[in-house]
């Protein structure tokens, strides 16, 4: 039995017809798409009832036709408010460039644009003029490398490859199995399953080479979840501690902590004369380090006491720095 074309398929081949004026009429498409003539029908009924098409049918030619011009078939249909923000999403866009899902999602806006052509009737430049995006830092990812590990974990196969720790200058030999790959803070990430060290552990794309698939097969566990993986880290590296986080910020500061999410367990508790304290439950306290860092004088760690130490012995350090004589 021969299974007949999906209805787009068969809407598009109409439409074709219709957009050259060919003679289209239920006996041929019978003939030609290898439908019922109730199906003809009901696809015809759909596309001038459902998707506004101005199809109807010239009793003199016995066929149906176009009584206007249709450059493309409407397969999406979107309000005025809707296609702005599709292209506020398609300038966000460029931000990603270069990187591994930039051409696959350009590709696909400019499906979706031919679809909606000569159905809307504002053009959004103007809008789009206001509206703008930038990140800092940017990461760089390998195409290859970004393919072959998405494969891997679409696939649930194992994989090889060199993995370069940050601050050596060798890359050692890794034989995985990949979980999930996540963009965090603008770098992918890979986590996956290191059978040597009986744990999940996380690679950044930027400091993977070679990679190999192998034709071994694993399972992912079914309780893995990426949410619950990173819900004790800032940003990328969680842990297996239970650091309560206590920073107090000065009122200059506090106004910018107040505008942002930071993290799902922040507690945020207003102080006299515009100051604020943020509490936060983390699983590592390498990133918040580095965080409060960023934010100069205007924070203040309150506790633990194994961050505020930290935190003195980089401030120690960053005095002598900038205590010199940058001539000497």
């Not at 066929?63 to 206007?68: D, E, G």
């Not at 460039?97 to 350009?106: D, I, K, V």
């Not at 679409?154 to 199995?177: D, S």
């Not at 990133?287 to 506790?303: I, M, P």
Request: aromatic share 8%; net charge positive; hydrophobic share 40%.
């Amino acid at each position: 039995m021969q299974l007949s074309r999906p209805p787009l398929e068969r809407m598009l081949r109409i439409h074709d017809s219709l957009r050259r004026g060919a003679l289209v009429n239920c006996t041929r498409l019978v003939e030609e798409l290898e439908v019922s003539r109730k199906t003809i029908v009901r696809d015809i009924a759909f596309m001038r009832d459902r998707l506004d098409l101005p199809i109807e049918f010239d009793p003199h030619l016995n066929a149906y036709r176009y009584t206007s011009p249709v450059n493309a078939f409407p397969t999406v249909n979107v309000t005025e408010g809707e296609l702005l923000a599709l292209l506020v999403a398609q300038r966000a866009l460029e931000q990603y460039r270069g990187t591994p899902f930039h051409r696959q999602l350009e590709v696909a806006f400019g499906k979706l644009a031919a679809g909606l052509r000569d159905r809307i009737s504002f053009s959004p430049a103007d809008e789009l003029r206001a509206v703008s995006f930038k990140n800092i830092g940017l990461g760089k990812t390998d195409l290859a490398v970004f393919n072959a590990l998405s494969a891997a974990v679409l696939h649930q196969t194992e994989v090889t490859f060199a993995y370069r720790k940050p601050g050596t200058g060798q890359a050692a030999p890794r034989r995985v199995q990949p979980y999930h790959l996540a963009n965090r803070e603008n770098l992918w990430y890979l986590v996956a399953h290191d059978p040597e060290r009986g744990a999940l552990r996380t690679f950044a794309l930027t400091r993977i080479s070679a990679v190999t698939a192998t034709k071994t097969a694993f399972k992912r566990p079914a309780d893995f979840s990426p949410e619950k993986f990173f819900a004790n880290a800032l940003g990328v590296l969680g842990g297996t501690g239970d650091w309560r986080v206590v920073l107090r910020f000065q009122p200059g500061a506090a106004e910018r902590v107040r505008e942002r999410e930071w993290h799902e367990s922040q507690e945020l508790r207003e102080l006299p004369g515009g100051a604020l304290e943020l509490r936060l439950r983390l699983g590592a306290l390498e990133e918040v380090e580095q965080w409060v860092l960023g934010w100069g004088a205007a924070a203040e760690v309150v506790g633990p006491p194994e961050l505020r130490e930290k935190i003195r012995r980089t401030a120690v350090q960053l005095a002598a720095i900038y205590g010199r004589d940058q001539a000497s």
